[in-house]
């Protein structure tokens, strides 16, 4: 990436009694966590980090824990970025 400041989002969803925690990691070090828990319906977890990054930085999403997430015909779990 090019220097500067990056608003990343990161949001899944959950169905019926499966559960999931997803961290957003900064260079291997885990930044922040969002969860979806089990419920008789769907569950959504969301989280956000403003992060410092360099050229050189990777930035990506790691399952810490859990077993499933919910998808369908078009992406219901997602993970996006940008530039502020």
């Known amino acids: 990436p090019t220097d500067g400041t ?3 989002f990161v ?3 959950t169905y019926g009694k499966n559960f999931i925690y997803l961290d957003i990691v900064l260079n291997g070090s885990n930044k922040v966590r969002t969860m979806s828990h ?3 319906n769907y ?3 969301t989280n ?3 992060l410092q990054l360099y050229t050189g ?3 990506w999403v790691s399952r810490s824990s859990g077993q499933s997430y919910y998808t369908d015909s078009v992406p219901i779990t997602t993970f996006s970025g940008f530039l502020l």
């Open 48 to 50: 956000m980090a403003v």
């Open 11 to 13: 949001a899944v969803n």
């Open 38 to 40: 089990n419920s008789a």
């Open 57 to 59: 930085n990777s930035v």
């Open 43 to 45: 569950m959504t977890g």
């Open 6 to 8: 990056y608003v990343f």
